[in-house]
């Protein structure tokens, strides 16, 4: 009898570690290439946003596809973040540019993949949560006080201060 | 020179423990090891005698501004040992946010530590890492040669491991590291409980041999080191807590010498 409580929590154990992958971690991981790694070093600078692991060969429409979501969600994040800094400082003119580089990001990945449904099937970096979509662009205070990105304000933000950041991101240049 | 970064998003697996013991244990058998404490708790620093509240200088300052504050200029010695510790300090807390405009702010530490081994050798690097998955534990990650899990004989563990290896996934999608798993360590073992036996199998069927031999199992001595302020074997060199990470060391050397 004890044998048998003895195997049946063994095989629901087993049962339930089978559904989790370790892969990765077993195998580890490198994203240095074997003729990269002399010149690593000098890699740690390069943004993280702008240098996705190795170059890939773009043989397949899918690679292409999830090179270039790899490319704008590093970017909208890195973005993102720059963003949030600025807000932090209270700077709505610094603010305002890069809430328009922001949402030059959330164009192109709207025009890509309209509801982040292939970044989410590729788990590419900053896919958007199950049941969600990208973040919609942001030109109006109307419109950014609906956003996500609208809890980047600092919380003592006034009418003001977003009116000057919106401000600050439609006179910004367009890169 | 192995970088090995101790890691595991859940809380009170004895990461914090393992670093500082097998750290210990390593220095006293001449390697010359360096612990660095990432956890905004500090445990480390205060369980090895280095009262973080009395500093200006820690990690902290180093991951925000290396120029001003270099890794090097932040070490502690510890006990009589080839042993050095840059501490932890509850800023650590702040650091993710204060890293997150930074473009290269997963690349800190292992920019810091390159700069460190420009001017100093050392053996054996461990790293505390906290109990998330956040900025400071991708620093850790990336700056790692290796990485070490800790883990209790719990169900939860496969469900911690899986979320880590998501995480180690998601970042090769952005960042540029390279990292290899040299083990995992069962801990917290609780001697004649068939639960822990049943799942430190079952463990160890899906990693092989990359699970240590050696157990840490529960000791109580352990606890009452880190109170003085003193690695286990510093404290009582006889209790069993003390043994397991003087066989851990031995495990550990053997892995590494290949």
């Given amino acids: 009898m004890r044998q048998d409580k003895g195997q049946n929590l063994r095989e629901r154990l087993r049962r339930g570690a089978r559904s989790f992958d370790f892969d990765a971690l077993i195998q580890g991981v490198s994203t240095v290439e074997p003729a990269d790694e002399d010149t690593a070093a000098e890699a740690h600078d390069t943004p993280a946003g702008q240098a996705p692991v190795a170059p890939e060969t773009h043989d397949t429409d899918r690679q292409r596809l999830r090179a270039a979501l790899e490319t704008l969600g590093a970017r909208l994040l890195a973005e993102s973040g720059k963003l949030a800094a600025a807000c932090r400082g209270h700077d709505a003119e610094d603010s305002g540019y890069y809430l328009a580089r922001v949402n030059q990001v959330l164009e192109l990945l709207e025009s890509v993949d309209p509801g982040g449904e292939t970044a989410r099937r590729l788990q590419t970096v900053g896919a958007p949560p199950d049941g969600r979509s990208w973040p919609l662009p942001v030109w109006t205070t109307y419109e950014l006080a609906e956003s996500p990105l609208g809890g980047l304000l600092p919380s003592d933000a006034d009418e003001q201060f977003a009116a000057d950041v919106i401000a600050a991101a439609v006179a910004a240049p367009q890169s | ?258």
Avoid at chain 2, 13 to 24: E, R, W
Avoid at chain 2, 218 to 230: D, P
Wanted: proline share 5%; net charge negative; with cysteine.
């Fill in chain 2, 1 to 258: 020179m192995k970088v090995v970064a101790v890691v595991n998003q859940k809380g009170g697996v004895a990461k914090t423990t393992t670093v500082a013991n097998l750290g210990a244990c390593l220095a006293e058998r001449g390697k010359r090891t360096l612990l660095l404490d990432l956890d905004p708790q500090a445990n480390l620093t205060v369980g090895v005698g280095v009262p973080w509240y009395e500093l200006d200088a820690s990690l902290h300052t180093v991951l925000l501004d290396p120029d001003e504050s270099p890794l090097a200029s932040v070490l502690h010695p510890i006990a009589d040992l080839p042993l050095y510790l840059a501490p932890g300090h509850l800023d650590l807390a702040q650091t993710e946010a204060l890293l997150l405009p930074h473009a290269d702010k997963a690349y800190r530490l292992r920019n810091a530590l390159e700069t460190l081994l420009e001017e100093q050798e050392f053996d054996w690097v461990l790293i505390d890492c906290p109990p998330s998955l956040g900025t400071l534990t991708q620093n850790a990650i990336v700056a790692a040669t290796d990485l070490l899990i800790p883990t209790e004989p719990k169900f939860y563990a496969f469900a911690g491991m899986d979320t880590l290896n998501k995480m180690i996934v998601s970042l090769t999608r952005s960042l540029r590291f390279k990292v290899e798993l040299f083990g995992v360590l069962l801990t917290m073992f609780e001697r004649g409980t068939r639960l822990h036996a049943t799942i430190a199998a079952e463990i160890r069927e899906r990693f092989g041999e990359k699970v240590f031999e050696t157990v840490i199992y529960k000791n109580v001595r352990v606890s009452e080191s880190e109170v003085e302020g003193l690695p286990i074997i510093l404290f009582d060199r006889r209790a069993s807590g003390a043994q397991n990470y003087e066989a851990l060391a031995e495990e550990v050397l053997l892995r590494a010498a290949g």
